[in-house]
């Protein structure tokens, strides 16, 4: 009789679940594949979405939606602005009739696999976002495996790829219409081998790659990160109206340590407890002869002040790098160039928190740095955060060096050829917005210089020699001259406002030497 009874229970539950599948494939799963299609594609999602499968496990309390196709809206015959497609997403733990009866969806689990996506909309922040939330939503734990992403902006040239991204959250939460980017989250990890953005005016290319981020950790690594110019040197410049650089640089071997990707992600808030370069490979070219935009640059730390948001980093370092700048003078027939090599240094107390006006926190640069592989050169900067007068103080030391070492920038630049020796040279001054003022202690000896021509770099004709003899009459030698004290050269030079912070500081240096050079300087004891 028992086992009669025990029959007739297993049969009764298996009538049921046979019951409940044929009504879930004929009715339920249509139905909820219907509700959730004309949920997402409404007029202005500006996008179709196409279900193909859907599987409700009564195990698992989930929903399984498989081959999921994404298109866009063709317009007058064009292709789709988007396409996509996503092999399945998996939701556990979740009350699919509340789910799809109100506007609250709760998930214990949502995996999203093989999710690749390309579209084309306008990126603006005032545009219509396509990606919003149909329903106030909790999920504690996402992951997103193996996501391929490529959005370009159809008003400029920007764009974003993403290469088989995989990424996980937890606790997270976005409100009924909310653009994905507003959510709230517990904890927020991203592993990505390539990821590319291109600039709007479609000048710059920038990659990185083997991108790991952990918010537990609060660490960012970036095994290299590259500024890439979409064109070579003068075909860089010449689609620029005016003068600019065309900067090309590598950073490698990049940890970033307290770093909250949510604050930037959502607000822009750059905030770092440290930063380390592994090694910096910096490219900068510039074509002088272009016309010069005549707008006022920012002094030092207005930089920082003028970026709309948070910027708080306590330090950065520079373990290694190599600088080379090259520049193509206005009347030169080909461009100079200045190198530096095992470029090491640190930035510290770098932040445009207003709460430090009343700290009198005080920002730090500390660089050293080979002068084209020969001679080391050692600089330290501080300024004062939110000081009114944007004043700084510069000190530094350069070791010594030939002369004939800097003939690769001067003879294209200053049209000239030095020759002789730099024993040292040690400067220390003070700057505001407006002025630099201090001293300059350059030693030397042998100097002489050549004056060429600037078109055929002969530095034999008339005109050269004539002009080549008047100049080394109006410039001593040597310092100290003979058995004579040194000379102290003076820093007072008054500030272009339309150079930036490196021109400003180069140029109250030099003359400081020109004070020293020159014949018609007073001796300073």
């Not at 997270?172 to 219409?177: A, N, Q, W």
């Not at 107390?349 to 009343?358: A, I, R, V």
């Not at 010594?400 to 040690?426: C, Q, T, W």
Request: charged share 25%.
């Amino acid at each position: 009789m028992k086992k009669k009874l025990f029959l007739k229970i297993l049969i009764g539950i298996a009538a049921l679940m046979v019951v409940w599948i044929v009504i879930a494939t004929t009715l339920v799963e249509p139905w909820i594949r219907t509700k959730i299609e004309s949920s997402l594609n409404t007029p202005d999602s500006g996008m179709a979405i196409k279900i193909n499968d859907v599987d409700i496990s009564l195990l698992t309390f989930g929903i399984k939606f498989e081959k999921i196709i994404i298109s866009g809206k063709a317009i007058e015959g064009n292709d789709p602005d988007s396409v996509g497609q996503i092999a399945f997403i998996d939701c556990r733990g979740i009350n699919v009739f509340k789910a799809l009866l109100s506007d609250e969806w709760r998930f214990n689990t949502l995996t999203v696999s093989d999710f690749i996506f390309s579209n084309q909309f306008p990126l603006s922040k005032r545009s219509l976002h396509p990606f919003t939330s149909p329903a106030k939503i909790f999920v504690k734990n996402i992951y997103l495996d193996l996501v391929e992403m490529s959005l370009l902006d159809s008003a400029t040239a920007r764009s974003y790829k993403i290469y088989n991204t995989q990424l996980s959250m937890h606790n997270l939460r976005l409100s009924k219409g909310e653009k994905i980017f507003n959510y709230t989250a517990e904890k927020f990890d991203i592993q990505s081998p390539h990821l590319v953005l291109t600039s709007p005016n479609g000048m710059y290319t920038f990659i990185a790659d083997t991108v790991a981020y952990s918010s537990m950790s609060e660490t960012l690594y970036v095994q290299s990160f590259k500024i890439q110019p979409n064109y070579k040197d003068y075909d860089f410049t010449s689609r620029e109206r005016y003068q600019t650089d065309r900067v090309e640089a590598t950073f490698s071997q990049n940890k970033v340590y307290g770093i909250c990707a949510d604050d930037f992600i959502k607000d822009g808030n750059i905030i770092f407890t440290s930063v380390e370069i592994g090694h910096l490979d910096l490219d900068i070219f510039r074509d002088r002869r272009k016309p010069f935009d005549h707008k006022n640059k920012p002094v030092l730390l207005d930089v920082l002040y003028k970026y709309p948001h948070r910027i708080d980093i306590d330090s950065l370092h520079i373990r290694n790098g190599k600088i080379k700048y090259t520049e193509h003078a206005e009347d030169a027939n080909r461009p100079g160039n200045v190198s530096f090599r095992d470029i090491k240094g640190g930035i510290y107390s770098l932040s445009n928190d207003t709460l430090y006006k009343n700290k009198y926190d005080t920002l730090v640069i500390r660089a050293e740095a080979m002068v084209y592989g020969k001679s080391k050169l050692r600089i330290v900067t501080k300024a004062r955060l939110f000081e009114p007068d944007r004043r700084f103080h510069m000190t530094g030391r350069l070791a010594p060096m030939s002369l004939e070492d800097l003939n690769p920038i001067l003879e294209r630049n200053v049209f000239m050829y030095a020759h002789g020796k730099i024993n040292s040279l040690d400067f220390d001054f003070t700057a505001n917005k407006n002025k630099a003022t201090g001293r300059v202690l350059f030693l030397y000896s042998d100097l002489l210089i050549t004056l060429k021509n600037k078109t055929t770099d002969d530095t034999t004709g008339l005109k050269e020699i004539i002009l080549t003899r008047l100049a080394n009459k109006a410039i001593v030698d040597s310092n100290p001259y003979r058995r004579e004290e040194a000379r102290i050269g003076t820093i007072d030079y008054k500030r272009d406002p339309e150079k930036m912070f490196f021109n400003y500081s180069l140029k109250a240096v030099i003359s400081g030497m020109k004070s020293s050079v020159a014949k018609t300087s007073k001796k300073k004891k």
